[in-house]
């Protein structure tokens, strides 16, 4: 059975750093591309970083370019997400999604991992 398990939340401090892993298993991680996400709450759960294993391309959205960076470990079936500068508006419930590529939306993710909590004190 395919299944994502995410690690590495945590509380940091206002302008730190965190690395969050995916690690997944029961899959090929070359068919899949592996989405970050977040949900605060009472927000909707928007994406912050994807990489597709297939290609290699990589996507983030305005809200996380330069401060958010995304690799992968395809030996290790892992996912990272390094964070810098972490701000107030960062703090979240990180999730990971595995998908056919970064171009699908939350409706099209084939599996989550349970998410990790990261706080962010100021």
């Known amino acids: 059975q395919a299944q994502l398990v995410e690690s590495g939340g945590g509380l940091v401090q206002s302008g730190g750093s965190l690395r969050l892993s995916c690690v997944g298993s029961?899959?090929?991680?070359?068919?899949?591309?592996i989405s970050w996400f977040r949900q605060a709450p009472g927000k909707e759960r928007d994406v912050v970083a994807c990489?597709?294993?297939?290609?290699?391309?990589?996507i983030y959205p305005d809200t996380a370019k330069g401060r958010f960076t995304i690799s992968s470990d395809k030996a290790r079936n892992t996912v990272y997400l390094e964070m810098k500068n972490l701000e107030p508006e960062d703090p979240a419930i990180y999730y990971c999604?595995?998908?056919?590529?970064?171009?699908?939306?939350?409706?099209?993710?084939?599996?989550w991992g349970q998410g990790t909590p990261v706080t962010v004190s100021s």
């Open positions: 999604g595995a998908d056919q590529s970064c171009w699908g939306t939350q409706a099209t993710v084939d599996f």
């Open positions: 990489i597709d294993n297939n290609d290699g391309e990589i």
């Open positions: 029961g899959f090929t991680p070359d068919y899949f591309a």
